[in-house]
């Protein structure tokens, strides 16, 4: 029986599994998950829609309005009604919300030094490699894929 070498999707899927456990260990000294840390630093350059959030950090609805309440109730961010379309929420991360995304970005750079580390040389063909893939052959539809909810731990 032939097999398929190498088993691209089991790859990528440990790796963001393993990546995504990680960042929540390494992000639970400041109190967030990884998938919270996803949507603050999403959040923080502003002008965004809860849509628009939930589909770049690949979060179904009802995934990103539990993870919104919760940044909501600790003060990290606030929904706040779009000056251009009445039906939509834009998400702002508040002041508290901002200092706590600049400091977890330096946990999560720490923690991305430390895995792609072990690619030395390689890292940047890895990383430029990664980043054709997405915005090639693997962007497809976002129309066509099922929602899911997101291996960001959290």
Request: proline fraction near 5%; hydrophobic fraction near 40%.
């Given at each position: 029986m032939a097999?398929?070498?190498?088993?691209?999707?089991?790859?990528?899927?440990?790796?963001?599994?393993?990546?995504?456990?990680?960042m929540t260990v390494a992000l639970a000294d400041l109190g967030l998950t990884a998938r919270q840390y996803c949507v603050l630093d999403k959040a923080s350059s502003g002008g965004r829609t809860q849509g628009q959030l939930a589909e770049e950090a690949l979060l179904d609805k009802t995934t990103m309005v539990t993870t919104?309440?919760?940044?909501?109730?600790?003060?990290l961010a606030r929904r706040v009604a779009s000056p251009t379309d009445r039906r939509a929420r834009l998400v702002e991360t508040t002041a508290e919300g901002e200092a706590l995304v600049e400091k977890a970005a330096t946990v999560i750079q720490?923690?991305?030094?430390?895995?792609?580390?072990?690619?030395?040389?390689?890292?940047?063909?890895?990383?430029?490699?990664?980043?054709?893939?997405?915005?090639?052959?693997?962007?497809?539809?976002?129309?066509?894929?099922?929602?899911?909810?997101?291996?960001?731990?959290?």
């Open positions: 097999r398929v070498t190498p088993d691209l999707s089991f790859l990528l899927d440990k790796t963001s599994e393993t990546l995504a456990a990680r919104l309440d919760g940044l909501e109730r600790a003060g720490g923690l991305y030094d430390e895995v792609l580390g072990v690619l030395g040389a390689d890292r940047d063909a890895v990383v430029d490699g990664l980043i054709r893939l997405v915005e090639g052959p693997l962007a497809g539809d976002a129309d066509a894929r099922p929602p899911r909810r997101s291996s960001r731990a959290g």
